[in-house]
């Protein structure tokens, strides 16, 4: 069985709706299906403090949060749009997770190497593709692997309007890219963890002491 982690960057504390949550759960209902189990973590209910390692010390609950990462074998990053972005707590995990950088797995290879990764995006107006765009090559680069579709957003009108739980269930468009980007990250997943990516040749820490220099 696969686990999958869903991690909410919305701005409002629980109890509070989030509709990036309301459509991430539209996923977990595919998930389901799959024989996939998730678990959702809102980052705001948690003390995550920036930087860019691993443990910033003083109570910081991060690491809780990175082990749930990276027992995980899909996760998915959800994000609300603001001012045409990321949200800044959005922002905030990449930037946490760029710690791992520091870590290895038995092969030799980043932490989050043979993990899946999607994104998930609500908001008004326009910047889904953006925040999409940034966020799955962010995990590119951290070691996951990204299947195709692997997002499913969800926009309205310019200016203020309805939210997605108020207007956008029914977008027939957001209900079919939520499907493709649940069955897309499942496939992956379940070849992945047949199949991790093996380690060829040297480890990083080889490859870099042996790397031309370039100064």
Not at 72 to 87: E, N
Request: aromatic share 8%.
């Amino acid at each position: 069985m696969l686990n999958a982690v869903f991690l909410n960057c919305t701005l409002k504390r629980s109890p509070a709706v989030s509709n990036t949550e309301v459509l991430a759960r539209k996923v977990i209902e595919w998930f389901d299906t799959m024989d996939v189990t998730s678990e959702m973590v809102r980052i705001v209910d948690y003390h995550v403090p920036t930087g860019v390692t691993s443990d910033e010390g003083e109570g910081d609950e991060w690491p809780l949060i990175l082990e749930k990462v990276k027992a995980a074998d899909i996760i998915v990053l959800c994000t609300p749009i603001w001012f045409g972005v990321r949200s800044s707590v959005a922002q905030l995990v990449i930037e946490r997770l760029d710690g791992t950088y520091q870590e290895r797995n038995e092969a030799g290879q980043y932490p989050l190497y043979n993990k899946v990764a999607g994104v998930v995006v609500t908001g008004n107006e326009d910047g889904a593709h953006s925040a999409a765009e940034s966020t799955l090559f962010n995990f590119s680069h951290l070691g996951c692997a990204i299947p195709p579709n692997a997002d499913t957003y969800w926009v309205g009108d310019a200016g203020p309007g309805p939210s997605y739980i108020e207007a956008g269930q029914d977008h027939a468009y957001t209900k079919r890219t939520t499907r493709w980007m649940a069955h897309n990250l499942v496939h992956l997943a379940r070849i992945l963890k047949a199949n991790p990516i093996p380690a060829e040749g040297n480890t990083f820490e080889e490859e870099e002491a042996h790397a031309p220099h370039m100064g």
